[in-house]
């Protein structure tokens, strides 16, 4: 059984920032994505997602990546003895909760083992009064608020929001997604300096598809970042 302990300290440090693809739904993306070097994958295991896969259909590829890269499931308000299940079956080395997860929820999933990821939504100043309650977690991700709407939405959210975070919380390796394509991903990393990135829709040729190309184009960015 791989030892995916390595993965899990390089993607979740701050010192250098780490990409994230999200929305797998193939064995051919999920291995073109381990052979670019991706940090990360996600897949996204609600059912209301334009980008779901069921466990069972992503079973196969996802043990076949396992210790090449990092294996995200990610939830929405999913039972905690679901989210053990995967993780025990070997199918998933972190769970990502982008739901109204409470704290305690999270707890129970750290007590259990499961490295977590707790999504935030950003719309204002607010909002960042939510974090210190989930400060527990593995990292935080921050993500555009929508109402309703779970799982990411592509859009673009106030990234000095994402600075105030960091700044408000330094212990806590940050993960920026909403709204970062290959066009602005350099810029993004420069203001916000994340530990990781999260990127759905803007490495897709169309939901759940991947495009090399833009996937490519977003390590080169961060490449980038990293030499200046």
């Known amino acids: 059984m791989p030892d995916t302990t390595p993965l899990l300290a390089s993607f979740f440090s701050p010192q250098s ?8 739904t193939s064995a051919a993306d999920a291995q073109g994505l381990v052979e670019c070097g991706v940090a990360a994958l996600g897949v996204n295991f609600w059912p209301l997602s334009k980008r779901y896969i069921s466990p069972d259909d992503a079973a196969p590829w996802l043990r076949a990546v396992r210790g090449s890269i990092l294996r995200v499931g990610v939830f929405v308000n999913a039972a905690v003895d ?6 025990a079956q070997g199918l998933i ?3 990502q909760l982008h ?3 409470s704290p305690e929820d999270l707890q129970q999933l750290l007590e259990r083992g499961i490295p977590c990821i707790k999504a935030i939504g950003i719309r204002d100043e607010d909002d960042l009064a939510q974090l210190a309650s989930y400060s527990a977690a593995n990292a935080l991700l921050l993500d555009t608020a929508a109402p309703g709407v779970y799982g990411g939405t592509g859009a673009t959210f106030d990234w000095s929001l994402a600075i105030e975070a960091m700044l408000r919380h330094p212990e806590m390796p940050i993960l920026l997604a909403g709204g970062i394509t290959p066009s602005n991903a350099a810029e993004a990393i420069a203001k916000v300096h994340p530990a990781a990135i999260d990127i759905a829709s803007g490495a897709e040729s169309a939901p759940g598809v991947k495009d090399f190309h833009k996937v490519k184009a977003l390590q080169s960015a961060i490449l980038l970042r990293s030499e200046k």
């Open 17 to 24: 920032c780490s990409l994230k693809i999200c929305g797998v």
């Open 82 to 87: 679901f989210i053990a299940e995967l993780h």
């Open 93 to 95: 080395d972190v769970a």
């Open 99 to 101: 739901g109204d997860e």
